[in-house]
């Protein structure tokens, strides 16, 4: 079945440190890759996105991800991390089969001071 | 407008009663998506629209759930005899397509539903 794997639910690091999310779909047609984050009490933002191009893609804030298309990942990392990166993030993919946005189960990150 | 609109943004229902919640997607998008997210759940698709047709119903999770599209514009999700697992945040988002042509799909603040 065509689903969207995250591989981390929770993750708890300190300031400073690097973040690498995982990410990976099921489909072997062309994708669109999104990493969304939804901060405490807010809605969902965009982060970055790959169509087509450059498989390094920077967002905001910092963050950036690559596709790989050999692995089907879209793994989301930041160097260096803030408390202000406490959120949950979650990682969708859209094809030309699939019409909806497919949703990972998300990663909640927790940032200590 | 500049956003995905929904409307209410809270609501509190007693069980059994119908509910409609209102998305109205940024100006020109075509395609329009409902989604659900539960309290420590993650996104759960609910129905996407293409114009006024929704080529994709499947996220439904029972027949007291419809979704509407009138004018290619606003979409109205109704809930009837509303159940306390309903209880979630109603998430509305649109873009200008639905095929893999590097549309971004934003997202409205969503509609908070408490059933009591």
Redesign the interface.
């Known amino acids: 079945a065509q689903s969207v794997s995250q591989h981390n639910h929770h993750v708890i690091l300190s300031e400073a440190a690097s973040l690498e999310l995982g990410c990976n779909y099921s489909y072997g047609g062309t994708v669109n890759l999104f990493w969304y984050v939804q901060y405490p009490g807010q809605h969902l933002q965009l982060l970055l996105k790959y169509f087509s191009g450059d498989p390094l893609v920077k967002g905001i804030k910092g963050f950036e991800a690559e596709f790989i298309k050999s692995k089907f990942s879209f793994n989301l990392r930041k160097p260096s991390v803030q408390w202000s990166d406490t959120a949950e993030y979650f990682c969708a993919v859209k094809t030309d089969s699939w019409g909806k946005l497919q949703f990972g189960a998300g990663t909640q990150v927790v940032v200590t001071p | 407008g500049a956003g995905v609109s929904q409307s209410p943004s809270n609501k509190v229902t007693e069980k059994g009663k119908d509910v409609e919640l209102r998305c109205d997607p940024i100006s020109g998008h075509t395609a329009l998506?409902w989604?659900r997210q539960s309290l420590g759940q993650?996104?759960e698709?609910l129905i996407?629209f293409?114009g006024n047709s929704a080529?994709?119903k499947s996220?439904l999770p029972s027949d007291r759930f419809s979704a509407e599209r009138t004018g290619g514009s606003v979409s109205t999700l109704t809930i009837q005899r509303t159940q306390q697992e309903d209880s979630a945040v109603y998430?509305c988002?649109s873009s200008f397509g639905?095929?893999?042509s590097?549309?971004?799909?934003?997202?409205?603040?969503?509609s908070w539903l408490t059933v009591v």
């Not at chain 2, 590097?102 to 969503?110: A, H, L, P, W």
Request: avoid cysteine.
């Open positions: 998506y989604y993650g996104l698709f996407y293409q080529p994709d996220g998430l988002a639905s095929g893999v590097g549309n971004t799909i934003y997202f409205g603040e969503g």
